[in-house]
């Protein structure tokens, strides 16, 4: 690293020459990071629900309508998704790049915001260039979810309220609510940030002076305008919400409210230093607790030895206040109980201000700190970084998907049957297969009627709620269910897909003498299994 580049210099409202081609590398470094895998990878469950929901529907008031009565989702990133699928296609790559050019918006916007909070071209650099590198970022700025569109209109709204205040200018509100409003459309999660931002914005307005009821009638017109723009979807955020208060086919909502106590820590090294494996080796921790120890080194000297600004101070617990309260709202949130590997991706917001605070901290401390801080944060990520890169397909059965699907497709002879033990892969798993081939799903056991909105590759309503609200399900009822299918279909052949060996009691079932086992699952790579009648 070129050691000039520590040297103070204030910033300024262009690019320099340098300092632009630093972004520019640092862009480079990002794409190059999230082109990894980005075609290669097959679609994992939720990119193929958001892509199925949006071809699925011949108009988009028919999606709309899905949308309001069945999903938990606001409609922008389908409304968005299904005119770039008829121009760029369905591929893994086109539909993934829209997540790639919003997370370089992130990395981008994260430079800006970090320059103009502390007028320092080398906060924002370091800043973006951490941004770029972080795994969570990595992760879904490849993913086809609008996690990374909306921690962009994070961006946007925060740099809209940094903006109002330093200036005054009433046209920055505009930028605000819009950002606010879209963030809302793009995901509920988005609520986290919103409230974080508003929190910060109105505690900055309350102070005395001849301005103050200014600066108070901006913040109620602002947030004026954001209700005002997500209102339309209201009625329906208000609907699902009920929808949790009334018994479905005696099925309660029954979200765990219970978290463990070391949440918020977990979370942390979660948002940083993300892995999707359950154990990692001692060195790696050893990297972790040595980057956390050089960073309170580093904040204790800087503080001690009066290093800063004025003015910083009120930055920093501006930036503090932008991490914190997301991820206390997250604490309480239903949705906040592990589902999948990286639950994190609802406060992905949370790595911005981390980024800026560490970059703020590292350059603030001094040359020779500021240095060390950084070299042992990023060789800290370094195999967290490799870790989130590897082809998520060769260990995860989520990204196999199509594999399986491919296999019955070929395999598949008149009278089979394909089964899958959950409502959510039997739409993503038929996405996949023929469409001559009938999928059945064993949960919920006790519904075997219509379901309003059911399709072969969007799931219905019932199929939907069962999501949160999990009954409790014993063998006799599995039994129940698979006699019900067997009786419908008469197959010959009966495909499991999904199931590991005790779910459910899946497997006890053709344990009668009946069936022969004549395909077995490969562990947790292929979920795969055929029984085929004697």
Same mark, same amino acid.
């Given at each position: 690293?070129?050691?000039?580049?520590?040297?103070?210099?204030s910033d300024s409202d262009g690019l320099p020459g340098r300092t632009g081609l630093w972004l520019a590398g640092i862009l480079a470094l990002a794409t190059a990071l999230r082109l990894i895998n980005i075609g290669k990878e097959p679609f994992w469950?939720?990119?193929?629900?958001?892509?199925?929901?949006?071809?699925?529907?011949?108009?988009?008031?028919e999606m709309l309508r899905y949308l309001a009565q069945v999903e938990f989702h606001p409609p922008l990133y389908y409304l968005i998704i299904r005119p770039w699928v008829g121009i760029f296609g369905a591929s893994e790559v086109s539909l993934r790049?829209?997540?790639?050019?919003?997370?370089?918006?992130?990395?981008?916007?994260?430079?800006?915001?970090?320059?103009?909070?502390?007028?320092?071209?080398?906060?924002?650099?370091?800043?973006?260039?951490?941004?770029?590198?972080?795994?969570?970022?990595?992760?879904?700025?490849?993913?086809?979810?609008?996690?990374?569109?909306?921690?962009?209109?994070?961006?946007?709204?925060?740099?809209a309220v940094w903006e109002h205040l330093r200036s005054g200018r009433r046209s920055w509100l505009v930028l605000y609510a819009a950002a606010s409003a879209i963030g809302l459309y793009l995901h509920y999660s988005y609520l986290f940030i919103a409230?974080?931002?508003?929190?910060?914005?109105?505690?900055?307005?309350?102070?005395? %002076?001849?301005? $103050?009821?200014?600066?108070?009638?901006?913040? =109620?017109? !602002?947030?004026? *305008?954001?209700?005002? #723009?997500?209102? &339309?979807?209201?009625?329906?955020?208000?609907?699902?919400?009920?929808?949790?208060?009334?018994?479905?086919?005696?099925?309660?909502?029954?979200?765990?409210?219970?978290?463990?106590?070391?949440?918020?820590?977990?979370?942390?090294?979660?948002?940083?230093?993300?892995?999707?494996?359950?154990?990692?080796?001692?060195?790696?921790?050893?990297?972790?607790?040595?980057?956390?120890?050089?960073?309170?080194?580093?904040?204790?000297?800087?503080?001690?030895?009066?290093?800063?600004?004025? %003015?910083?101070? $009120?930055?920093?617990?501006?930036?503090?206040? =932008?991490? !914190?309260?997301? *991820?206390?709202?997250? #604490?309480?949130? &239903?949705?906040?109980?592990?589902?999948?590997?990286?639950?994190?991706?609802?406060?992905?917001?949370?790595?911005?201000?981390?980024?800026?605070?560490?970059?703020?901290?590292?350059?603030?401390?001094?040359?020779?700190?500021?240095?060390?801080?950084?070299?042992?944060?990023?060789?800290?990520?370094?195999?967290?970084?490799?870790?989130?890169?590897?082809?998520?397909?060769?260990?995860?059965?989520?990204?196999?998907?199509?594999?399986?699907?491919?296999?019955?497709?070929?395999?598949?002879?008149?009278?089979?049957?394909?089964?899958?033990?959950?409502?959510?892969?039997?739409?993503?798993?038929?996405?996949? #297969?023929?469409?001559?081939?009938?999928?059945?799903?064993?949960?919920?056991?006790?519904?075997?009627?219509?379901?309003?909105?059911?399709?072969?590759?969007?799931?219905?309503?019932?199929?939907?709620?069962?999501?949160?609200?999990?009954?409790?399900?014993?063998?006799?009822?599995?039994?129940?269910?698979?006699?019900?299918?067997?009786?419908?279909?008469?197959?010959?052949?009966?495909?499991?897909?999904?199931?590991?060996?005790?779910?459910?009691?899946?497997?006890?079932?053709?344990?009668?003498?009946?069936?022969?086992?004549?395909?077995?699952?490969?562990?947790?790579?292929?979920?795969?299994?055929?029984?085929?009648?004697?």
């Amino acid at each position: 690293m070129n050691l000039r580049f520590w040297k103070r210099t204030s910033d300024s409202d262009g690019l320099p020459g340098r300092t632009g081609l630093w972004l520019a590398g640092i862009l480079a470094l990002a794409t190059a990071l999230r082109l990894i895998n980005i075609g290669k990878e097959p679609f994992w469950c939720d990119e193929i629900l958001s892509l199925d929901i949006a071809t699925s529907f011949d108009s988009a008031s028919e999606m709309l309508r899905y949308l309001a009565q069945v999903e938990f989702h606001p409609p922008l990133y389908y409304l968005i998704i299904r005119p770039w699928v008829g121009i760029f296609g369905a591929s893994e790559v086109s539909l993934r790049s829209l997540s790639l050019i919003f997370s370089l918006g992130i990395v981008f916007m994260v430079y800006v915001i970090a320059r103009r909070m502390f007028n320092d071209r080398r906060i924002g650099l370091l800043a973006a260039g951490i941004t770029a590198v972080l795994p969570l970022q990595i992760e879904f700025g490849q993913e086809a979810r609008p996690y990374a569109m909306f921690c962009f209109a994070g961006c946007l709204a925060v740099f809209a309220v940094w903006e109002h205040l330093r200036s005054g200018r009433r046209s920055w509100l505009v930028l605000y609510a819009a950002a606010s409003a879209i963030g809302l459309y793009l995901h509920y999660s988005y609520l986290f940030i919103a409230v974080a931002t508003a929190l910060w914005w109105f505690a900055e307005s309350t102070p005395g %002076g001849k301005d $103050r009821r200014r600066r108070m009638m901006d913040w =109620l017109m !602002a947030h004026a *305008a954001v209700f005002v #723009l997500f209102w &339309p979807w209201m009625d329906d955020l208000l609907y699902k919400i009920l929808l949790g208060r009334f018994d479905i086919f005696g099925f309660e909502r029954n979200l765990v409210s219970s978290r463990a106590p070391n949440f918020f820590g977990n979370l942390l090294d979660s948002v940083i230093w993300v892995t999707k494996d359950n154990y990692v080796p001692v060195v790696q921790n050893l990297a972790v607790a040595l980057a956390i120890g050089v960073f309170v080194w580093v904040a204790v000297k800087m503080v001690s030895g009066g290093a800063g600004e004025r %003015g910083s101070g $009120r930055t920093f617990g501006a930036l503090v206040s =932008l991490a !914190a309260i997301p *991820a206390a709202l997250f #604490l309480v949130a &239903p949705y906040s109980i592990p589902y999948s590997a990286i639950i994190e991706r609802h406060v992905i917001w949370i790595t911005v201000p981390i980024a800026i605070v560490i970059s703020a901290v590292a350059v603030r401390a001094g040359m020779k700190r500021g240095a060390v801080l950084i070299a042992v944060f990023i060789a800290s990520l370094l195999p967290y970084i490799v870790g989130i890169a590897v082809d998520d397909s060769l260990y995860d059965s989520y990204f196999r998907l199509q594999e399986g699907a491919e296999y019955i497709n070929e395999q598949y002879k008149d009278g089979d049957i394909v089964i899958v033990p959950i409502s959510i892969l039997r739409s993503d798993f038929a996405h996949y #297969l023929r469409e001559d081939v009938p999928i059945e799903v064993l949960t919920p056991v006790q519904y075997r009627s219509h379901d309003i909105w059911r399709g072969r590759h969007v799931l219905g309503l019932i199929e939907n709620e069962v999501q949160v609200r999990i009954p409790k399900t014993s063998r006799t009822e599995v039994f129940d269910k698979f006699d019900w299918i067997v009786d419908k279909y008469d197959p010959q052949r009966v495909w499991i897909y999904g199931a590991r060996g005790d779910d459910y009691k899946i497997h006890d079932w053709f344990d009668d003498g009946v069936w022969r086992h004549g395909f077995r699952s490969i562990g947790g790579v292929l979920q795969l299994d055929l029984y085929s009648k004697r």
